[in-house]
């Protein structure tokens, strides 16, 4: 089963992002890890699930047109 282009570069693409967010995601555990993820690693995981689910937004967008 052959996959076109385009469907390529979209998994592609999706999976770039997946990747960049789980990459912030360790860096923030590995950084804010001081017993427990508190305070400002907490409030930096939230913005970062935030410009997560925006980012995933635009690109689907970008791609579908």
Known sequence: ?????????KIVVSVVAVGFFIA???GV???YN???LV???GLL???ILAL???V???????LDR
């Open 34 to 36: 001081d017993g427990g």
């Open 52 to 54: 997560f689910v925006l």
């Open 24 to 26: 912030l995601v360790v």
């Open 39 to 41: 305070g400002d690693g």
């Open 1 to 9: 089963m052959a996959l076109e282009a385009e469907m390529r570069r």
């Open 45 to 47: 995981l939230v913005g």
């Open 29 to 31: 555990g590995a950084t």
């Open 56 to 62: 995933m937004g635009i690109i689907g967008f970008v």
